[in-house]
């Protein structure tokens, strides 16, 4: 039997190679894993030998050859705990020699029943030993091929208030004279070629100069167009990191950076400063909302800083805003190290901030700390407690932070450019490997997706509530969960008040301290509703990370509730939290009046549509699409007030026949009368399909194909 092509699985050579169909022939065992192993690449899965025999002269005699996940996953003793890859998955294929002395294909299963992905072929340890140019057609569509921008929501009418916003004067004003970049020889050259290529490359990167009156530049401030398209998803709390700035690095490197569904750094923008003042911050402030077009943060975490403070009050005085945690303790070193009591000191005042449960107890912990060290006069403490509503993690917890700034003390922050940049890193230096920076960064993203989806972590007990979670949540957040189950051992929930369906418990925890042989004991209470379902620790864990902690866990599983209920499984830790978003996004489109800025609204949307088609790894299918909406729209036939329509359809025959051939061209008059061949059969399909009276209104078809489905554009034109 000859093997059927499939036009849409190509060879990366150009040739096309087929699928898998019983009754294929072959002349040796190369042959069929040569074509079963590029079939599999580019339907995105791995292959695996599952048996074979061969004859003492070397003769495939019979071959097995299978997905990689296929076989049954096999979990390991819990303290080795690594993530099992196979699903039992049925897809595989088989042959045996027969009398011909060729390979006869007898079983071909094509079904798997976990997700297949092209994107993520690259990451499979079948094709990792790929050369460099077939690594990079498998990236095509992939998330570290792009960068592709979210556009702005920002109406048209309201561009005005950003100009207003980033060139109107500010209220911050001070005597004091504001200094100048400090660039080294080559910085300027580097910065302007820098700007141009990322510009040329993406019409999307925005970038915007601080000059002072002589025409010397202040401050700088840049979002390439992947920064700007992760804000739309990630902007619930983001982060300031001016610690190149604090620290004098050559380079006054600023970045604001947010947390993504598998709780790793994203970068949302970059700075270079010349100064801390307050009117230095607030114009970055200020070039970063305008960025953003005016979509504002939940919540932003920041070093402690008077010109920051000042800045956000007048920029953003609505966010959420808090003091690192981590930064804080930094200072503190810095600080009091002097002090002959600083290691008791220390000591007391990380257990005020990050033992306190209540603010009475912060408070008491607070003065002790004070007042038995003889610290009243002490003005950087005195400054500390004066803005503590800011830094205390008790007077913190009613506010979502994704995770970011430390509670604990052996949590630390990592800067996003961490490795990359030291001390004398010059600006020259730092924009010569940007790109490769970002990619790298994209790519330890895209191995997550890979885990997430293609990996499942072995289970840590025999709870209901972790199988229910291990299916929806990432691989890195899912892990967090496990930590908090495998915590509950250590926890002892005691019934205090049982009125009504509102419940109190106290959860005893026993603690291991820094040393790992020593405990302590700490009791934590936790409410629960069993009609709302609703759970709230003392600790604020779940308000704080997104995750429930031990001991709201633990009460669930005293109550004998099976499942965490649905207000506490966030979409936001989500393995498709992205597409969740997409599909959630309402479209309030507007029109403008004029055809400049109808030009650049319609280029947002199709930057959206972009991104949604990066996301679903269906980049062959949306190139087929945006072919054909341009022929729709070329159409003399259509006008304004065309209403398109999308459909799918599974063609109920074998695509290779003619009735059922896959048809890619939009059905208009040839000039003769009417469409001919095959596309007047298509049309005629098209019309029987309809229903169409065509006294009322005309359809017109665009069709694309896939392997498996018939996508197609209608228009109806209304009389």
């Keep these: ?28 065992h190369m042959e069929v894993n040569r074509f079963y192993r590029r079939y599999a690449r580019r339907v995105g899965f791995g292959v695996s030998v599952r048996r074979s025999s061969f004859s003492q002269e070397g003769t495939c005699l019979y071959l097995e050859l299978m997905c990689c996940k296929g076989g049954r996953p096999r979990y390991e003793p819990k303290f080795r705990k690594r993530a099992s890859s196979t699903t039992n998955c049925p897809a595989r294929i088989r042959v045996k020699l027969w009398g011909d002395k060729l390979l006869h294909v007898e079983l071909a299963n094509l079904d798997h029943n976990h997700p297949v992905s092209p994107a993520m072929a690259r990451f499979l340890n079948s094709y990792k030993q790929l050369s460099g140019p077939a690594k990079r057609r498998l990236r095509m569509g992939g998330p570290g091929a792009m960068p592709v921008e979210e556009p702005s929501k920002m109406p048209v009418d309201k561009l005005g208030a950003l100009e207003e916003l980033l060139f109107g004067e500010s209220k911050n004003h001070s005597f004091v004279e504001r200094g100048r970049l400090k660039l080294q020889p080559g910085d300027s050259e580097a910065l302007r070629l820098f700007f141009t290529r990322m510009q040329a490359k993406n019409a999307n990167f925005f970038n915007v100069i601080d000059l002072d009156d002589e025409g010397c530049v202040r401050n700088v ?100 805003h808090r003091i690192c945690l981590h930064q804080i303790m930094k200072k503190a070193a810095e600080q009091l190290s002097g002090l002959s009591e600083y ?26 700390l004070i007042t038995y060290n003889g610290l009243q006069g002490h003005d950087w403490l005195r400054s500390l407690y004066e803005c503590r509503f800011s830094w205390v993690p008790i007077f913190l917890k009613d ?20 490795g990359y940049v030291d001390l004398k890193t010059s600006l020259k230096q730092f924009l010569g490997k940007y790109e490769m920076i970002l990619q790298s960064k994209y790519e330890k993203e895209a191995q997550a997706d890979f885990e997430t989806f293609h990996k499942q972590r072995p289970p840590v007990s025999k709870f209901y509530m972790e199988e229910q979670l291990s299916k929806v949540y990432t691989h890195n957040m899912f892990k967090k969960l496990q930590d908090e189950i495998e915590a509950i051992m250590y926890c002892h929930v005691s019934l205090m008040n049982g009125d009504g369906p509102i419940s109190t418990f106290n959860v005893k925890e026993c603690i291991f301290l820094e040393d790992g ?20 620790c003392i600790c604020g864990g779940f308000q704080f990370s997104g995750i429930l902690c031990r001991h709201s866990l633990s009460v669930l599983k005293f109550q004998q ?76 036939n ?82």
């Design 1 to 28: 039997m000859m093997v059927n092509p499939d036009p849409y699985l190509e060879e990366s050579d150009g040739q096309d190679i087929g699928i898998p169909e019983v009754g294929m022939v072959f002349n040796n």
């Design 221 to 320: 401030f840049w979002a390439d167009a992947w920064s700007r398209a992760m804000y739309e998803y990630y902007n619930d709390a983001i982060t300031l990191d001016t610690s190149y700035v604090v620290s004098k690095h050559d380079m006054p490197l600023v970045t604001f950076l947010g947390v993504n569904h598998h709780g790793q750094s994203v970068l949302l923008g970059c700075g270079l400063l010349s100064d801390e003042t307050a009117e230095t911050y607030t114009w970055l402030f200020k070039a970063w909302v305008a960025c953003m077009s005016g979509n504002l943060p939940k919540a932003i975490i920041t070093d402690q800083c008077r010109g920051i403070q000042s800045a956000v009050a007048e920029v953003v005085p609505g966010v959420r």
């Design 343 to 368: 290691k008791a000191i220390s000591k007391a005042l990380q257990k005020a901030a990050y033992d306190s449960l209540t603010v009475d107890e912060f408070e008491g912990e607070w003065s002790t």
């Design 399 to 418: 506010a979502f932070w994704a995770g970011m700034s430390a509670t604990q003390r052996s949590e630390t922050i990592t800067p996003f450019f961490e």
């Design 517 to 536: 042989k020593r405990t302590m004991s700490k009791i934590f209470a936790v409410t629960y509703n069993t009609e709302e379902k609703d759970i709230t």
């Design 561 to 636: 509730v099976r499942e965490v209920p649905s207000q506490y499984v966030l979409d936001r830790w989500k393995k498709d939290f992205r597409q969740l978003h997409v599909m959630g996004r309402l479209s309030s489109d507007v029109v403008p009046d004029n055809r400049v800025d109808r030009y650049d609204y319609l280029s947002m949307r199709c930057l959206q549509l972009v991104d949604s088609a990066v996301l679903s790894d269906k980049y062959r299918l949306a190139l087929r699409l945006v072919r054909e909406v341009e022929k729709f729209l070329l159409n003399s």
């Design 638 to 719: 259509t006008h304004d007030d065309t209403q398109p329509r999308i459909k799918s359809r599974i063609p109920k025959v074998k695509p290779n026949t003619v009735t059922g051939q896959n048809l890619v061209n939009v059905v208009t008059d040839n000039g003769n009368g009417g469409p001919k061949g095959p596309e007047a059969s298509a049309s005629a399909q098209a019309s029987q399909i309809q229903k169409v009276d065509w006294n009322k209104h005309q359809d017109f078809w665009c069709n694309t194909t896939s392997s498996v489905e018939t996508y197609s554009i209608v228009g109806i034109l209304t009389a």
